[in-house]
């Protein structure tokens, strides 16, 4: 018999920890206003949740539906560590199905999209064309923006920086924290994965237009005398 979303829950719900899911809560941001507003918990660890999703690999991807459309975080998750592990087997499958839940609103919050964007859409389209991550960066969704530039990882891990950079420097204006993040971690990855006078280059060029906080993740790698020539270039 084949294995259902509610026997995966099921597994999650049996080891739910109440207290740890206080905790989560508060640290994923679920407050009124805050980014992960209303999102539920069931407190389970990371290496925990990985565990348990293993035997559910083979699950159908209606099922795996359910589990992404479920108010509960470690639903989510476990779908996405399905659609991962399932992706080099079937790749098209696996990355229109992943694309069509950035749509909708279920890689919505920082760890979903930083367990899938650069495992599914950033070795899909690694030999095609890119267009749909300008296209989601320049969404009002900020978890669609953040798939947009953690997807260039795949990218920046084969040797290829130039579409995290061009995404760089979109969403250089984004304001929204997690966002600068994730541009000053790609541009970092940049310097330490392809070559570091790329990154010297860019922020030659660029700095004056990232934030502090981009700049911050951008420059860790570089000596204290660069840091400061960069940041004071703001």
Known sequence: MESTAADVTAVLAAVADPE???ALRRFFKTGPGEYGEGDVFLGLTVPTTR?????????????????????????????????????????QEV?????????????NNWDLV???????????????????????AASDSIWERRVAMLSTFGFIKQGDA??????????????????QKAVGWMLREVGKRVDPALLISYLDDHAAALSRTSLSYATEHLTPEQRIHYRSLR
């Open 20 to 22: 740890k899911a206080v």
């Open 162 to 179: 130039s579409t995290a950079l061009e995404l760089a420097t979109v969403l250089a204006p984004d304001r929204h924290d997690l966002i």
């Open 51 to 91: 565990r348990l999703m293993k035997p559910f690999v083979g699950l159908a991807l209606d099922q795996v539906n359910l589990l992404l459309d479920s108010p509960v975080h470690e639903h989510r998750f476990v779908g996405l560590l399905i659609l991962v592990a399932r992706y080099p087997k079937q790749p």
């Open 114 to 136: 930083d367990c899938s964007a650069e495992f599914i859409l950033g070795e899909y389209l690694y030999e095609r064309p890119r267009d749909i991550l300008f296209e989601l």
């Open 95 to 107: 990355s229109d199905f992943y694309l069509a839940a950035v749509r909708r609103g279920r890689v």
